[in-house]
C-alpha cells in the first residue's frame, strides 16, 4: 500500500481518540495508565490501543527508552504538529497554548515527570471528590487575570453547599523548599492586592502534593518557618492522596 492509499485509508478520529487529544492539550503529557484513570476506563488495553493508534497516525509522539523499564515507568506521549493543527478547529482550545506545546517533544525529563506528577495529582482529586470536582489546568487558566503569578499547577474547587477553593501545587524532591515557600508568599501578596475579590468568592487555600514524604517533611519545616496566617496551607504525598480516599490526607501547616 502506498502512502495516498495510507491517507485515504486514514478515518476520521473517533470520540475516544479525540478525548486523548484534549487530555494531552490540558497536562502536556500522558501516560497509558493515567489516561486509563482520567477517561474511567476499566482496561488499561483500551487506553494503549488508542494512543498506539495515534501514534501510527503522526497526531502524538512518544518518550520511551531501555531506561523506563527498569525503573518501572510507562512510556510519555505528547502531542505533534498534526495533533495541535486538528486541536485548533476545537472550541475551548488558545492559539497561545497550542504554540507553547510545540516543543515539548524536546521537554527535558524532569518536565515530563512534572507534568505526569500534576496529572496523577488532578485524577487523585477527581477520584476523591467525584462529581463535586471542578479541575483546571495552567492552560486553562492563561486567560483568566485574576490569577496569581506564577499559576498554580491546578485551580481545584468543590462543589458543596459552602463552595471550597484551592490552589494546588506539585513539590517534587529534586526541588529546593524555598521555592514553593516563594510561591506561597506570592499567593498571600496576591491575597492582599485584592485582586481576586472580583471573583465574588473566598480566597483560595492552599494544596501542594509532595512527590515523597521526605520532600514533604523538607517543606512543612520550610513553611512552618516562614508561613504567613494570611491563607491556608496543606500538604500530602501524592501516594497518599491516591491511596487513602479521605479529606485527612492533607495536613495543615
Not at 43 to 60: D, F
Not at 96 to 123: E, G, P, W
Not at 146 to 159: A, H, T, V
Amino acid at each position: 500500500m502506498n502512502k495516498v492509499e495510507e491517507e485515504k485509508k486514514e478515518r476520521k478520529l473517533n470520540k475516544g481518540q479525540v478525548e486523548v487529544l484534549k487530555l494531552l492539550y490540558r497536562y502536556r503529557f500522558t501516560t497509558s495508565e493515567l489516561l486509563a484513570k482520567a477517561t474511567d476506563q476499566r482496561y488499561l488495553q483500551v487506553a494503549r490501543s488508542r494512543l498506539v493508534t495515534l501514534e501510527k497516525q503522526g497526531y502524538i509522539g512518544r518518550r520511551y527508552d531501555s531506561s523506563y523499564k527498569l525503573l518501572g515507568k510507562f512510556a510519555a506521549y505528547y502531542l505533534l504538529p498534526k495533533g495541535l493543527q486538528y486541536l485548533k478547529s476545537i472550541d475551548g482550545t488558545e492559539l497561545q497554548v497550542i504554540k507553547m506545546i510545540y516543543n515539548d517533544r524536546k521537554a527535558s525529563d524532569k518536565f515530563v515527570d512534572f507534568c505526569l506528577s500534576v496529572c496523577r495529582v488532578a485524577q487523585a482529586l477527581s477520584s476523591l471528590y467525584g462529581e463535586e470536582a471542578r479541575i483546571f489546568t495552567r492552560t486553562e487558566l492563561l486567560n483568566y487575570g485574576y490569577f496569581p503569578q506564577p499559576q498554580p499547577d491546578l485551580y481545584f474547587s468543590i462543589k458543596r453547599k459552602t463552595m471550597r477553593h484551592y490552589f494546588v501545587d506539585v513539590y517534587d524532591d529534586s526541588t529546593p523548599a524555598f521555592v514553593m515557600t516563594k510561591k506561597i508568599k506570592r499567593y498571600a501578596e496576591h491575597y492582599e492586592s485584592g485582586e481576586w475579590e472580583s471573583t465574588g468568592s473566598d480566597y483560595p487555600e492552599v494544596i501542594v502534593a509532595c512527590t515523597s514524604p521526605i520532600a514533604e517533611q523538607r517543606l512543612r519545616k520550610k513553611l512552618l518557618q516562614s508561613a504567613t496566617n494570611d491563607i491556608t496551607v496543606y500538604t500530602c504525598t501524592i501516594a497518599g492522596l491516591e491511596s487513602s480516599g479521605e479529606d485527612s490526607t492533607f495536613t495543615a501547616v
